[in-house]
């Protein structure tokens, strides 16, 4: 039994969904889609007994167009997967415009129950909605909710499971588009039912018929797919015929109807209409928004959340570090008891400690994050920061909401790539992914500041650093720029977006959604962080004879093979397998440079290399190291989060062959200005 | 009455959508939105320079482009829609009517 979940955004529809599921969620995404899908079992209690009932929650959309994937992904999955019951999730106190999906839903025959959440913002509106009369008129069983207290949940899984067996009959409702439209529909659904029964079966000849009018291209193609001789100037002929009779677009006035009948069914229903009125939260845009105040207000929230994350984080990374160091001696003299063979002692070590250990490093400072996050989107600040950035952010190729996800990379890549999940259209999200890795992650800093400690003085040091930041955020804009024009399938849609009312979140929320994100981060970026660590330690330690990362090891001979391909950046075989190590983790290029080197500690390295390299080498070094391929961590992230290995290659490939050309760049500048 | 584009309505000015000049799937999505024909729309807020935050049935508050807006053909209404204020500013003007 399948339970689908609908509802436009900003409807409490995740919150029903937890109360509905409790904790045990699959989080993943939409096949082909950068869409997150989520789907849990419904609670125990709530269950019957025979078939348990699979709760899916579909993506939060105004309509069932095709205009956004979203929007296609939830009618789809209600025509192809044929849930038992479509629970539609609407706005107590914003009927119109939430009864449009649900009439939507109707036409398409779904078995539907409206769930009528916010029924206490409605009534402290002075609306008073009768929910038994527009149950009557939508031909649906309505429940009454507050979601946000817990009210009517348990009412919502009785009435939707006893809709499901089929014990509350629905009432197929058909829109009446108006006579002149009716004749056309009337005439093409018979077009329908001869020429491609199949369709017509599993759709419904009127509902294609209507879609067919709305010019939706995805019915449209599925049509010609379907049969030729009828797809193209036979189709098109039907709307023109109408358009000609309105005297406007046909899917205007399809629209308009609808909404008509919407109106139809809420006057008889709704005792007060919503007043025009300037609510509490237009009085706080005044300030959030305000063009002035706007930015700095912006940074200032943006500050908080970073200290919040990175210095709440960095006490409990230290316990968690420490932590990992008792596991290991643990394991250690566990392993020495048992006499078990040195290489899988090494291995298990390498498994287990730098593996997993790495993982779980991350683990408060992701944590944090994601509860920062959750708390800017459940408080609907969210949408007022992309509403402020939206200027110069559009101005670089990107969207208002990809700031935050790049400020967040600033700490580390891994969930600024994640944080990428808030923007809702597919370009803009693939492409804010792709620049992410370019803002250059605390462990990269790291590498920075100790390069630049050791081959420059102190008060130009931090210059140096500064000129790298001013590096990544050139190329930040010109990637956007660049991956606008070049890789974004649709035109640049023009920004509109619902700004939610502020709304103090509940405490369960924040948690859930912290939750939920933070165990995908850890299936996912597990898994694979931990194949690599295993693959990375194997290539370092053998053949047996090898020192570990020495040349004759497997990634030292890959190091003289790809050596060549460096040389014209002045990096030696050493420099080369120092980058492959960082890979693993940028930190990592350091201590990879002290087995190389065969110094033990950073003060006697940074020495060392000093000896070794000019400042203008170093600087070359630095400059590869902030943008060269991001660390598999990220990789597997944007494996993850674009569902593609094409996308996690291309960013592979494309950040690689950017820090050649920017490292040579460098180099044969500061050779001319005789840096050299 | 005036036709005129909802970029140039102002704060609080309330006027009802004609027409979308837009590509037929985007004026499909602004439609369905809630800038069907025949539905008012007010001006909320028109600080910003890029975005304005439009009033649409009713209740819900959308923030798009102006160059957006400035396709969005509406009839501007007389009166406009007077704002009726929170409850909060109600109570403070009784006050002030009482001393």
């Known amino acids: 039994m399948v339970f689908a979940l609908a509802g436009n955004p900003n409807t409490g529809k995740s919150t029903v969904f937890n109360a509905l599921t409790g904790a045990h969620q699959k989080i993943g995404n939409w096949p082909g889609a950068t869409v997150e899908k989520k789907e849990g079992m419904l609670k125990k209690r709530y269950q019957k007994a025979k078939k348990p009932a699979k709760v899916v929650d579909l993506p939060g959309t105004y309509s069932l167009s095709a205009y956004t994937k979203e929007e296609l992904i939830a009618r789809d999955f209600v025509v192809h997967t044929k849930p038992d019951v479509v629970i539609d999730i609407i706005d107590a106190s914003n009927l119109e415009r939430n009864l449009y999906l649900a009439a939507q839903f109707k036409e398409l025959g779904a078995n539907l129950v409206i769930a ?76 329908i039912c001869q020429d491609i029964p199949a369709l017509a079966e599993k759709y419904g000849p009127r509902w294609l018929a209507v879609k067919i009018l709305e010019n939706d291209a995805d019915v449209i193609s599925k049509v010609c797919e379907e049969d030729k001789s009828i797809c193209g100037s036979g189709l098109e002929s039907f709307s023109k015929d109408a358009e000609e009779r309105l005297g406007e677009p046909v899917d205007i006035t399809i629209a308009s109807r609808r909404y008509g009948f919407i109106n139809g069914i809420i006057k008889s229903s709704l005792q007060k209409s919503p007043e025009e009125r300037i609510i509490r939260s237009d009085q706080i845009d005044r300030i959030i928004t305000n063009p002035l105040l706007g930015i700095p207000l912006f940074l200032l929230i943006m500050y908080a959340m ?168 050139i190329l930040i804009a010109a990637m956007g720029l660049l991956f606008r024009k070049s890789i974004a399938k649709q035109e640049k849609q023009p920004f509109v977006m619902e700004l939610p009312p502020y709304h103090v979140p509940t405490l369960k929320g924040l948690f859930m959604h912290m939750w939920q ?66 890979f693993l983790a940028k930190e990592v290029v350091i201590s990879a440079f002290g087995v190389l080197y065969g110094v033990a500690d950073d003060a006697s390295l940074g020495s060392t290399l000093a000896l070794a390299w000019t400042p203008l080498q170093a600087y070359v070094f630095m400059v590869f190291t902030l943008i060269y391929v991001p660390c598999f961590a990220t990789i597997a992230v944007i494996k993850q989060e674009t569902n593609s290995w094409k996308w996690a290659g291309f960013a592979i490939l494309y950040s690689t062959v950017l820090a050649w050309i920017a490292a040579f760049l460098v180099l044969h500048v500061g050779t001319a200005l005789g840096y050299g | ?68 807006a400035s396709e969005i053909i509406v009839e501007k209404m007389k009166a406009g829609i007077p704002p009726v204020q929170g409850r909060g500013m109600r109570r403070r003007r009784r006050g002030c009517s009482e001393r």
Request: net charge neutral.
């Open chain 1, 517 to 582: 994100r933070t165990k995908v981060f850890v299936q996912k970026a597990g898994t694979f962080i931990f194949l690599v660590a295993i693959i990375m330690w194997f290539l370092a330690s053998y053949p047996q004879s090898a020192e570990y990362g020495g040349p004759e090891s497997y990634i030292g001979m890959a190091g003289h093979v790809i050596e060549p391909l460096f040389q014209p950046l002045g990096f030696d075989w050493r420099g080369t397998v120092a980058l492959i190590f960082g």
């Open chain 1, 116 to 191: 009528l959440n916010m029924m206490d913002v409605a009534h402290r509106r002075g609306q008073k909605i009768d929910v038994k009369k527009l149950s009557e008129l939508l031909g649906c069983p309505v429940v009454p909710l507050v979601a946000d207290q817990g009210k009517g949940i348990d009412e919502l899984a009785e009435v939707s499971l006893l809709a499901a067996e089929g014990k509350i009959k629905q009432r197929p409702i058909s829109i009446n588009y108006g006579k002149d439209l009716e004749e056309e529909l009337e005439k093409l659904s018979k077009h």
């Open chain 2, 1 to 68: 009455m005036p036709r005129i584009s909802l970029r140039s309505l102002n704060e609080r000015e309330s006027g009802v959508i004609v027409k979308i000049n837009a590509e037929p799937p985007l004026r499909r999505h602004l439609t369905e939105l809630g800038f069907d024909p025949g539905s008012v729309v007010t001006v909320i807020n028109k600080g910003a320079s890029d975005l304005m935050v439009i009033q649409i049935k009713g209740c819900c508050r959308v923030a798009i482009d102006t160059g957006m």
């Open chain 1, 306 to 473: 970073f200290q919040l994350v990175f210095l709440l984080g960095e006490p409990l990374m230290l316990g968690v570090e420490a932590g990992i160091g008792a596991f290991a001696s643990v394991l250690v003299s566990l392993l020495h008891s048992v006499d078990s063979p040195p290489w899988f002692s090494e291995l298990l070590m390498v498994a287990l400690v730098e593996g997993v250990g790495n993982v779980l490093i991350f683990l408060p400072n992701i944590l944090l994050l994601f509860l920062a996050i959750a708390i800017l989107e459940d408080t609907g600040y969210m949408a007022r920061a992309a509403f402020v950035m939206n200027r110069a952010m559009q101005k670089i190729g990107l969207h208002g909401k990809s700031f935050i996800s790049l400020v967040l990379g600033f700490g580390c890549n891994v969930p600024a790539v994640m944080a990428a999940r808030t923007l809702k259209n597919e370009d803009d999200r693939l492409i804010t992914i792709l620049v992410n890795p370019l803002v250059p992650c605390a462990a990269r800093m790291e590498v920075f500041v100790f390069l630049a400690a050791a081959f420059f003085a102190p008060e130009a040091a931090g210059q140096v650093v500064f000129s790298l930041m001013l590096i990544s955020f």
